[in-house]
C-alpha cells in the first residue's frame, strides 16, 4: 500500500525563521513529488513540485528530494504569519497522487 | 489564471437523497481528479478520467458515479446519500503534456447531509 508519512505538527516557528517540513513515502515508483499549502476550509493550493534528486528552489520555498532515502522535504524561509497553514505532501506518478496527512505550521508574529 | 470552478459551492441534502457536483477544469486540461475529504483528514483520492475515459478508480463508493463529458467538465454523482458522506469534495485538472502532470485543485464543494 503506498503511504506517505508526515508529522502531523503543529510545528511553530517564530517569524523569519526557516521552516522545515518533511515527509517520507513508501512507493518507490513514485515519480514525481509534490507540496500543498492548505488553510482551513480552503483547497489544497500547489506550492512546488520536484521530480530530480536534489533541490529546487522558487522564491522563499525549496524542496529537496532523495530518492535513495525515499524523503522529501520543504524549507520555506523567513517565515511570516500568512505561511501558517496546514501543508500537505504527496507522491505521484503519472496519475493519482497519494496524499500525507499534513503538518500544521504555526508562525507567530 | 483561469482556474477549476466547481459548483454549487455548498450542498445541503437529506439521507437517501441524490446530489450531483459539478467540475470545469482549466481550459486546456484534459484530465480531472475528484477527492474527499472529511474534516481533520488528508484528500482521498476517488476517481480520475483522461479524455473522457475513465483512467483510475480510488476509494469511491459503489453508490457514487462520475463521468467527463467532451467539453472536458466532469460530474460526480452521489446517491443514497449517507451522514458519512457528509465532507468536502475537490476537483482538480492536470494537462497530460508535460513531464510532471500537476493537479490543480478546485475550490471545492462542500456537501452536508442530515
Known sequence: QKEVEQNSGPLSVPEGAIASLNCTYSDRGSQSFFWYRQYSGKSPELIMFIYSNGDKEDGRFTAQLNKASQYVSLLIRDSQPSDSATYLCAAGGYSTLTFGKGTMLLVSP | ?114
Open chain 2, 1 to 114: 489564471a483561469a482556474g477549476v470552478i466547481q459548483s454549487p459551492r455548498h450542498l445541503i441534502k437529506e439521507k437517501r437523497e441524490t446530489a450531483t457536483l459539478k467540475c470545469y477544469p482549466i481550459p486546456r486540461h484534459d484530465t480531472v481528479y475528484w477527492y474527499q475529504q472529511g474534516p481533520g483528514q488528508d484528500p482521498q483520492f476517488l476517481i480520475s478520467f483522461y479524455e473522457k475515459m475513465q483512467s483510475d478508480k480510488g476509494s469511491i463508493p459503489d453508490r457514487f458515479s462520475a463521468q467527463q463529458f467532451s467539453d472536458y467538465h466532469s460530474e460526480l454523482n452521489m446517491s443514497s446519500l449517507e451522514l458519512g458522506d457528509s465532507a468536502l469534495y475537490f476537483c482538480a485538472s492536470s494537462s497530460s503534456s508535460g513531464r510532471v502532470r500537476e493537479q490543480y485543485f478546485g475550490p471545492g464543494t462542500r456537501l452536508t447531509v442530515t
